[in-house]
């Protein structure tokens, strides 16, 4: 199994960044597949899931109405679309699958700072 993310990087508040995960090495389209996110000093805490056909998504609810997360079972990957960033966005982000042991990308950073 092999998560990759992409798209961090850093970004003024009140802007965008769209992170995405390239996934192998598993059936893609069998399982859900999740963002977490993980703060200097703080525990990594779940971002955002969504099914493995994609109908069904949840949000953690600091993030609601601004991030959207989507996945396309051709190209295998899963997406974050994040809009109206603030510093506290600011965090290592992962990509996590469960099948059921959990798997973790490198993660990739997002710092949200003017």
């Known amino acids: 199994v092999q998560l990759v993310e992409s798209g961090g990087g850093l970004v003024q508040p009140g802007g965008s960044l769209r992170l995405s995960c390239a996934a192998s090495g598993f059936t893609f389209y069998s399982y859900p597949m999740s963002w977490y996110r993980q703060a200097p000093g703080k525990e990594r805490e779940l971002v955002a899931t969504i099914s493995s056909a994609g109908g069904r998504t949840n949000y953690a609810d600091s993030v609601k109405g601004r991030f959207t997360i989507s996945r396309d079972n051709v190209k295998n990957t899963v997406s974050l679309q994040m809009n109206s960033l603030r510093p506290d966005d600011t965090a290592v982000y992962y990509c996590?699958?469960?099948?059921?042991?959990?798997?973790w990308g490198q993660g990739t950073q997002v710092t949200v700072s003017s």
């Open positions: 996590s699958a469960r099948l059921p042991d959990a798997y």
